[in-house]
C-alpha cells in the first residue's frame, strides 16, 4: 500500500507561481507512475501532469509549457512546480499513483492510492 500526502496549495495571484509536494510511503518509489489531478466544483477530475516510473514526464495541453513535475532527491518526494498561474488553474491538487500501460496514465480511474488534496486558489 502507498501513502501519499499533498502541501503546497494556497492563494496566490494571476501570474504568480506554487510549488506543489506530494510525499509518497509505504512502497518503492520508482515502481508506479505519479500523476497529479486537479478537480474543481461542478468539474470531473482532471490530468495536469505525470512521472512515469521511467522518469518520463507528460502534461496536459492546458498547463505545458507552465507547469513542471519533478521527483526530489530523496526519491519519495514528487513536486509540481506551478508558474504563470491563471484563475482557471484554481482546483483541488491531488497526487496519485498508478501502474496502468502507458497509454492509460492520463485516465484518473488507472489510479490505485490518492492524497486527500490541496487547495490552490489564483485570484484575478
Known amino acids: 500500500q502507498v501513502q501519499l500526502v499533498e502541501s503546497g496549495g494556497g492563494l496566490v495571484q494571476a501570474g504568480g507561481s506554487l510549488r506543489l509536494s506530494c510525499v509518497t510511503s509505504?512502497?518503492?518509489?520508482?515502481?508506479?507512475?505519479l500523476g497529479w489531478f486537479r478537480q474543481s466544483p461542478g468539474k470531473e477530475r482532471e490530468f495536469v501532469a505525470v512521472?512515469?516510473?521511467?522518469?518520463?514526464?507528460y502534461y496536459a495541453d492546458s498547463v505545458k509549457g507552465r507547469f513542471a513535475i519533478s521527483r526530489g532527491n530523496d526519491r519519495n518526494t514528487v513536486y509540481l512546480q506551478m508558474d504563470t498561474l491563471k484563475p482557471e488553474d484554481t482546483a483541488v491538487y491531488y497526487c496519485?499513483?498508478?501502474?496502468?500501460?502507458?497509454?492509460?496514465?492520463?485516465?484518473?480511474?488507472?489510479?490505485?492510492?490518492w492524497g486527500q488534496g490541496t487547495q490552490v486558489t489564483v485570484s484575478s
Open positions: 496519485a499513483t498508478s501502474r496502468a500501460v502507458l497509454s492509460s496514465i492520463r485516465d484518473p480511474t488507472m489510479y490505485i492510492y
Open positions: 512521472l512515469s516510473r521511467t522518469s518520463h514526464t
Open positions: 509505504g512502497s518503492t518509489s520508482n515502481s508506479y507512475h
